[in-house]
């Protein structure tokens, strides 16, 4: 899968898929993450990407113009399955939304900074907006990396375990039941004795039963869906 990100700030963008499992991913040729900076295209002197609001009121609103740019450039080169743009009045990310994006080609992202973009961006080329979460961040680019990081650990051969996602929370309805590794005694502290027992589906009994606990205790909404 290949993912592209517009954004103003692109160093925002660094650490994030540089380590661990989404640097892996890229090694292997099963993610791509090209960023694009918005300002390289914006066509005014000072290179400006922002102006006033209409209709007065605080905050400066990103303009049309180097979005269209960076867009119908990138456009001209492939074609996208989805323009995501970051947006806290989207459809709030969960993993139903992650898992519907595995298995696309190429995904586009626009990060939004201070007080939002245009509405014509978003009406003209914008063909789905999500949310990390009903809070305010400063900009797009650490909700973007939140969305790209629960996707591409989801492509078939990115983590080494394959079935490892599959077990995560929310993946059967249910959180995931806790885990342990040595010693199995730390200061007293036990690991569960079924987790010794190496009579593996007494132990997966137990992991259900935990996880079904877990999830009554601490999210009983999930139970209801
Ligand atoms: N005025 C906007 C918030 C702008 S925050 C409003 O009230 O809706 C600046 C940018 O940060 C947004 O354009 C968006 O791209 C990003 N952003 C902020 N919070 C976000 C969230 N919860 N999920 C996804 N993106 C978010």
């Known amino acids: 899968m290949r993912f592209d990100i517009i954004t103003v ?5 660094d650490g994030p898929f540089a380590h661990s499992i989404l640097q892996r991913a890229q090694q292997k040729g099963l993610a791509e993450i090209h960023v694009h900076n918005l300002r390289d295209y914006a066509d005014n002197k000072h290179k400006s990407v922002d102006d006033y609001p209409y209709g007065g009121g605080s905050g400066m609103v990103m303009t049309i113009q180097p979005f269209a740019n960076c867009i119908e450039a990138l456009n001209k080169e492939r074609q996208y399955d989805e323009v995501i743009f970051m947006s806290p009045d989207g459809e709030r990310l969960d993993q139903g939304i992650a898992n519907s994006l595995v298995g696309g080609q190429n995904i586009l992202i626009l990060c939004g900074h201070y007080k939002g973009i245009d509405q014509r961006i978003r009406d003209m080329y914008v ?3 999500i949310s990390i979460g009903d809070y305010v961040l400063s900009g797009g680019e650490l909700a973007a990396a939140v969305l790209v990081d629960a996707v591409v650990r989801l492509i078939p051969g990115v983590l080494t375990d394959e079935t490892s996602a599959l077990s995560d929370s929310f993946q059967d309805g249910l959180l995931d039941a806790p885990v342990y590794t040595r010693p199995a005694d730390w200061q007293g502290h036990r690991v569960p004795e079924v987790l010794l027992s190496g ?5 997966d009994e137990w992991r259900h039963e935990q996880a079904l606990e877990r999830t009554q205790q601490r999210r009983p909404d999930l139970l209801n869906e």
């Open 9 to 13: 700030l692109p160093g925002l963008l």
């Open 127 to 129: 063909t789905r907006e």
């Open 199 to 203: 009579n593996q589906q007494v132990i």
